[in-house]
C-alpha cells in the first residue's frame, strides 16, 4: 500500500492505489477486470488532485464523501418555467443563439448534459457550443457540440469515457470537464444550420464557491480543420497557444478523401519553443489503438467512429492526457503529420508513408492561466462539414415519382420528431422502393441517403441507377482495410429517424438518377420487413468543392434600426436573415411596436422559422401587439402549420393577453388538442380565462357599494358606479359622485320628471351637465322631482367633462333578446381589460342564492328589470354556461354576488361601459 500523499508530489507512475489494507479502504480484486480498471483510475486521478486543488475542483473520490462541503450545488436547465408545461426543450431558429446558463461567481461548472433533436444533415457540427469567463468576450470553449462531446464529422455514437459519456445512441450528450470562474460564466448554443433545431434540452450542473485560488486554471476547449489537409505535407495542427498551462485532451476526425489507411502521421508535441518533447510512431498510436482504428471505448481513450479505409470512410477518436497531461509554461504546439498508405489509379500501393490530402479536423482540450485570446476563428456553420455543399433533399416532395415494388408507398408525416419518411410497407424479401434525384451538374459526389429504423423494419441494400455503386479496389496491404457498408440494417426496437447510410463516392451525370433500396430479408426480432427513407444526401467532392464550400459566411443582421429590420424582415431575400430580424425585433420589443405592419405582415412568411419567431416577437411586445390577433388567428387556423409555428402563436395570444385575444379562445381550444402544442394552447388560455375580479381596485379608490333603498335608481347607481371608477382610473383617486345630480342632468336633458332611467339617458345627463361630487347634492331618501342642484355644484359637475370619458355600447337595449356569444366574450374583454360593465337585465321575481350566485329560472318568473354593475368573470364549467358574471348589485335589500354565463345570455337587455 502506499499512503495518500501530503502535499502535491509529482504525477509519478508510482501513486497508484492498490490493495488499500486500511480499514476504510477495500481491495478492488472483487470487481469485474474493466470495473477493476475504471475504479483504479478514478481513485488513482482522486488522490493525484485531492490536495492540489479546492474540494470544489478535486475529482470524484468515494472514500472523501464523508468530509462537508463548503460550496452550493445548481442547475440551469431548460426547464420550462410554467409548472404546468412538459415543454422543456428550446428551439432556436438559424442564426440564433441560446443562453444555456450566465452564472455569477466564483464557481465550478461540474457537469454538462444536452439531448437534441434535428432534422438537418450533419447538425452536430452546426451547432456551436461557446463558453466565456469572467466578462471575456473571447470564448475559451469554442467548438461544434458533436465534436466537443467525441464524435465527429456530424455524426453521433455512445461514448464511454472518464470526460465524456454518450448514451442512448449518442443522443444523451454528458461532460465532466471541470469548468472553474471567478466572476461569471456564460455558456451559449448557436444553431449556425439553415433548419431550425426540432429540440434542444439541457442541464448545467455547478457549484458555488466561496473563492477559488488566484492561479486556479480556465478549462478551454478550441475546434480547428483542414478540408483538407495541406498537400505540401504541412503537419496538421490541434493546438498552438502562448501562456502557463497543460494539455488534457485531443478529439481528432477524418474523412478519407482517398482509400487506403491514412494513419501513419506521428504525433509531436513542442513546449515552451523547444523541439518536439513527445514524438509518436502512429495516428492510431497516438490514440492508444494498434493496427488501425477500430471503434472501442475507455476511461482515457477510443475510438467512437471507425469505417474502415475506403474512400470516404469517417473515424473519430479521442485521448484524455489525464495521469499525464502535458505541462508548458511559454507555449505549446501540438500536432500530427498527415501521412499513410497512398495507391495508383490501378489500385497499387504508390507509398505506405505517402502524404494525403484527407479532411481532418479536431478539438484540443486544455488548461491555462487566463483567456486564450490567440486562437483562430472557427468557419461558420456548413463551412465546418466535411462536405460543406451537402444539398438535403426531402423524399415527400417526389412522392408521386417513388415506385415499390411488392409493398405499398405512403408518407409518414412527423414520424419522429419533424421528419416525414417515405415508407415502403414491404411484404416480404425482395421488395422494391425506387426514388428519383437530381443531380445538378456532372462531378465526383458524396451520396448518402438517411432512413428510419424500427421495430418492424427490414435489412436493405442501396443500389444507384440499378446497380450497386462501385468502390476501389486496392491492392491488399496492410492499412488498405477496405469494408464497403453495401447494406443497413433497419430493426431497432424503438422507432428512430436519422441512421446515415453511405451509398458511396460516386461520379454522376448531370439530370435525373435513382437510388432503389432492396430488401435482402429482415433479423430475426423484427416483426416486418418496412423501409422508411427520410432523405437523400448529395454533396460535391473535390478541392474545388471543399474550397467554395470553405468561403461560406456568416449571414448576419448588424442593425438595431427597428425600421430596417422590419424592412428585412419583409423583403431580404434569405430567410436566414429574415429569421434574423425577427429575433432582434424579439429583444427590443419596446421599439418592435412600431413596426407592427411588418410582423403581422410575416406570419405569412413561407419559411416556417421566420413564421415562428415573428410570433415570439408578438409575444414580447405583449398586449400592444393587439392589433396582430385576427393574423395570428389566421396562422392558427392554417392548415398544415407546424406544431412549432403553432406554439409561438399560443404564446403570443397569451402575451397580448385580455381583452384583445379573447376572441382567440376557440382556436386555442382546438390548439389544446394538438399534442405537442397543448401547454402553449392551455398557458395561453388560461390567460385569456383567468378569473377577473376589480373589487380590489374600488376598495383601493375608496369606491364601496351604495344602497338605493326603496327608490327605483338601481340604473343611476350603475351608471354613476361606471363613472366613479373611470374618472378614478384616471385621476390615480376615487370620488364619490352625486348620484341624485345625474337623475336630474338626465331628466333636464330629456325633459322628462322620473326617477332612474335608461343608460342612454343617463349618459345624455352626463354629457350635457357632467356630474358633481355626492356631498354637492346628496342623495335623498325619496325622489323630489322638483329638488335642483345649486350653482356650485352645477359648476363642479362641469368640471368633471374635462376628462372627455367615453361611453361604448356592446348591446343596445332590447327587452326581447339577450346576449350573444359575441356580446358576451366582449363583456369579458372589456372586464379583462379593467373596465366595469353596466348592465339591465330582466330580475327574478324570487331571487334564489347558492354558494353567492343567483340561480336560474324560468322566463315566466322574471320582470323588468334592474341594473346591475358587473366587475368580474370566472369559467365554471359546474355553472350553466361555462362561468358566472361578478356584479354590485345597489338594490335595498339586494346583495353583491354572481350570475351564470346562461342567465346573462338569457335575460340581459342592454349592457355598455365607460371609458
Known sequence: MIPAPKSHGSLSATVVICQPDTPAHRPLTGLPANRRALTALVLTWAVLTSNAQPPSLRAFDPYRLTEPRDYTAHRVSSDNPDPDSNDDSFRPIPGETVVLADLQGPGVVKHLWMTIADNEYGWPRLLRLRVYYDGSSTPSVDAPIGDFFAVGNGMEGEVESLMVRNSSDGRARNCYWPMPFHRSCRITVTNEGRRRVTMLYYHVDWDQVPSLPADTLYFHARYRQALPAPADGSHYEFLTVRGRGHYVGTVMSVVQAEAGWFGEGDDLFSVDGNPPSIKGTGSEDYFNDAWGLHVNDGPLYGVTVAEGTGLGSRMTAYRWHLPDPIPFKESLQAEIEHRGWTFDEAGAVKSAFGVRTDLMSSVAFWYQAGIAEDQPPLPYGSARLPQGNATQIEVEDSLGECHGEGGRVVLSPELFWSKDVVMLQAEAGGARLTIPFDAPDDGDYELYTEVAQGSDYGVYTVLLDGRPPEGPQLEHEPGADVRPQTQFDGYAPETYVGLAHQVGWVHLT????????????????????????????????????????????????????????????????????????????????????????????????????????????????????????????????????????????????????????????????????????????????????????????????????????????????????????????????????????????????????????????????????????????????????????SAEAVAQAKERLTAELKFHWIKEWDVNTGLTEAHLAAIKATLGAGWPVCAGLRWPKRQQWVDGVLQMCPPDAVRDGHSVLLIGYREDPAQPGGGVLLFRNTANGGKDGAMPYAYARAYMNDAAWIE
Request: hydrophobic share 45%.
Open 510 to 789: 448531370r439530370g435525373r438518377h435513382t437510388l432503389t433500396y432492396v430488401c435482402l430479408g429482415k433479423r430475426e426480432a423484427s416483426s416486418g420487413y418496412n423501409l422508411g427513407v427520410d432523405d437523400i444526401v448529395l454533396a460535391k467532392v473535390g478541392p474545388k468543392a471543399w474550397a467554395a464550400a470553405a468561403e461560406l459566411g456568416e449571414p448576419q443582421v448588424l442593425t438595431n434600426d427597428v425600421a430596417e429590420l422590419g424592412r428585412i424582415l419583409t423583403s431580404d431575400s434569405d430567410s436566414i436573415r429574415r429569421g434574423l430580424a425577427a429575433i432582434a425585433l424579439r429583444d427590443q420589443p419596446g421599439n418592435a411596436k412600431r413596426v407592427l405592419p411588418d410582423l403581422i405582415a410575416a406570419l405569412k412568411d413561407p419559411d416556417l422559422c421566420v413564421r415562428m419567431m415573428t410570433a415570439k416577437a408578438l409575444a414580447a411586445i405583449g398586449p400592444d401587439a393587439a392589433p396582430a390577433v385576427e393574423a395570428l388567428i389566421a396562422t392558427a387556423s392554417r392548415a398544415g402549420e407546424k406544431v412549432h409555428v403553432l406554439r409561438s402563436v399560443a404564446d403570443a395570444l397569451g402575451g397580448i393577453g385580455k381583452p384583445a385575444a379573447v376572441p382567440a379562445l376557440p382556436v386555442l381550444r382546438e390548439l389544446r388538442k394538438i399534442p405537442r402544442v397543448q401547454w402553449s394552447a392551455e398557458s395561453a388560455i388560461r390567460k385569456l380565462e383567468a378569473p377577473v375580479d376589480l373589487t380590489r381596485q374600488f376598495k383601493q379608490w375608496g369606491l364601496p357599494r351604495w344602497t338605493q333603498g326603496n327608490r327605483p335608481t338601481c340604473s343611476t347607481f350603475t351608471v354613476a358606479g361606471a363613472l366613479e371608477f373611470a374618472l378614478a382610473k384616471r385621476e390615480g383617486r376615487g370620488t364619490r359622485l352625486s348620484v341624485e345630480f345625474l337623475n336630474w342632468a338626465a331628466n333636464d336633458s330629456c325633459g322628462d320628471s322620473q326617477d332612474g332611467g335608461f343608460f342612454s339617458d343617463l349618459w345624455k345627463g352626463f354629457t350635457v351637465h357632467g356630474i358633481c361630487p355626492a356631498e354637492a347634492f346628496p342623495y335623498a331618501a325619496t325622489f323630489d322631482p322638483t329638488a335642483t342642484p
